[in-house]
């Protein structure tokens, strides 16, 4: 149960949305350290900003954060850009003085339904599709879920709609995987590449991580935020 009201704020610093994010769950460090399995030195130099907030570390966070009933994404932590982090209690309240009660039920419903995703999949992501790149098939604000795909069996994925994180420059994109020049090698590429918020084509893509799309969730309830 919630007892703050107003979610973390997307200015500011990763390690300042981090402790806010922290603190609106009313976590003390050692508690949180022992459900992220980080140290509290590592925890502390995150909040601090005198060691980078990691890519790992963002997504690892995330996982822990959507079993406390928060839906927050790697790249608001990194950047504080995308959707800002989805509630259950808290974000229901406010919605429901703002939209009414559909709209805040809906959320709620959408919360839940990610927060058994990741416990069914336990390497498994959770994103806010932020363009609309890959649209009709996905568009902006949808919800995916994605189930870590092994490298060796990435080729039975080809031509499918996949998640992905790039190594190098950091990204997570909703993309088509397809085979690459070079044996071994894929490429991504999107359906409105105008659209595209990132690198909308990559013939020869480093890949991280990919995770095979297998929940999506598109709000019925329109929000009336400008």
């Avoid at 808290?90 to 419903?109: I, S, T, V, Y």
Wanted: hydrophobic share 35%.
């Amino acid at each position: 149960m919630f007892k703050k009201e107003k979610p973390p704020p997307s200015q500011g610093s990763p390690g300042e949305r981090l402790y806010a994010i922290r603190s609106f769950v009313q976590s003390i460090r050692k508690e949180f350290c022992k459900k992220t399995g980080l140290s509290e030195n590592t925890l502390r130099s995150w909040e601090k900003n005198s060691v980078p907030l990691s890519e790992k570390g963002a997504q690892r966070l995330c996982e822990v954060l959507a079993k406390e009933g928060i839906l927050c994404t790697s790249e608001w932590l990194l950047k504080g850009t995308g959707a800002s982090p989805l509630t259950q209690e808290g974000l229901k309240r406010k919605f429901d003085q703002a939209f009414g009660e559909q709209e805040a039920d809906e959320d709620l419903e959408i919360s839940r339904e990610a927060d058994l995703f990741l416990k069914k999949y336990p390497h498994s992501i959770i994103m806010v599709v932020l363009d609309n790149a890959m649209a009709p098939q996905f568009e902006r604000g949808d919800y995916l879920g994605g189930a870590s795909i092994p490298f060796p069996r990435l080729k039975a994925h080809l031509e499918k709609a996949c998640i992905v994180e790039l190594d190098n420059p950091y990204a997570t994109l909703v993309r088509t995987l397809e085979k690459g020049k070079m044996p071994q090698t894929y490429a991504l590429s999107c359906l409105n590449p105008l659209e595209a918020m990132n690198t909308p084509f990559l013939t020869e893509a480093n890949i991280k991580n990919a995770y095979e799309i297998l929940w999506f969730r598109r709000k019925r309830t329109v929000s009336h935020a400008g």
